[in-house]
């Protein structure tokens, strides 16, 4: 057993033991039904070898940790000037929040909140018809896991519609501003059903490889970004991932890394592994609970701060 066989294991023992895990995110009916106790770790190494334990192998659903997928293939169709619709800084509000983007005149102020993802989705859709935007964003993601049986959860993209009026409220200010390009409900309906992808930590952390080596895949040698843009997705995971617990996260676990409330969390130790972790409870940002304390361990014992060790 190799050291991170056992560090891997080790935690997730440690996990099953808490008792405090946070809240599922009860405001996605679909979601409130997830249990609790649930918790996945999985860590691909660049020779490809995986340390999984607990539930790593069970699909959750992965949220916003999709809006790290969909930013990479906006930026492959618009380059920079993807950066004219939404911004690069962190939020310092509420992953919902209408405030800020009143203040700021419909530009979303990064591609991970909900209206920024909203926008990047946008850029994806235009020129195609919405169920060609989802399948190319369904293709990408089965194509990074090398997995082709990953697949959406209707019934949790059909809850999100049906309770997604704050989301709706967000993609009206922008369309009002001349953010968004295509209508409403087509943009909307593309993000909330690639919100609604699921995917096991072991399929998360595979597809997140390329970030971890320089924007290409160490087995096949496949090129999926320049080492450039790998580079900058990873540092606005680092400083955007998070929503309004990014420094928090940053300060703890010292990687890029994105969550979503599905309570997932991608993150990236550059060089050396690509990491998922799931744990349905999350704290007041948002966040998964376990999955930071989780991580945070993994670092620690890893020594895989980007910071240093």
């Not at 409130?32 to 996945?40: L, S």
């Not at 593309?190 to 998360?204: D, E, G, N, P, W």
């Not at 599905?262 to 550059?270: D, E, K, N, R």
């Amino acid at each position: 057993m190799s050291q991170l066989d056992e560090v891997v294991g080790e935690i997730a023992d440690e996990m099953r033991r808490h008792t405090d895990r946070g809240d599922v995110a009860s405001y996605i009916p679909e979601l409130a039904r997830v249990d609790p106790g649930a918790f996945g770790l999985a860590v691909v190494d660049a020779e490809g070898n995986v340390a999984a334990a607990g539930d790593a192998d069970v699909p959750f659903s992965i949220q916003s940790i999709s809006k790290v997928f969909t930013l990479t293939l906006a930026l492959g169709k618009a380059g920079d000037r993807l950066w004219r619709r939404v911004g690069r800084e962190p939020s310092g509000s509420p992953f919902n929040s209408i405030v800020q983007l009143e203040r700021e005149k419909g530009i979303p102020r990064n591609p991970f909140i909900n209206a920024g993802a909203i926008a990047v989705t946008d850029v994806i859709l235009s020129g195609h018809q919405p169920r060609e935007a989802l399948g190319e964003i369904l293709r990408f993601m089965q194509a990074l896991a090398d997995d082709p049986a990953i697949a959406i959860d209707r019934a949790v993209a059909a809850s999100e519609q049906r309770t997604g009026f704050r989301n709706a409220a967000l993609a009206n200010y922008m369309k009002s501003f001349g953010v968004l390009e295509n209508p409403v409900e087509f943009t909307l309906g593309v993000y909330f059903h690639h919100c609604a992808i699921a995917m096991s930590c072991r399929q998360l952390a595979t597809a997140g490889r390329f970030l971890a080596h320089l924007g290409r895949n160490p087995t096949t040698g496949m090129s999926i970004v320049s080492p450039e843009r790998a580079r900058r997705i990873n540092a606005i995971m680092l400083t955007c991932g998070h929503y309004d617990g990014s420094g928090e996260f940053a300060y703890r676990v010292g990687l890029p890394g994105k969550s979503g409330v599905g309570g997932g969390i991608l993150a990236i130790a550059p060089g050396k592994a690509s990491i998922a972790v799931w744990s349905p409870g999350l704290d007041a940002a948002g966040n998964s609970h376990l999955g930071r304390i989780a991580l945070e361990a993994l670092t620690k014992r890893m020594g895989w701060s980007v910071f240093g060790t």
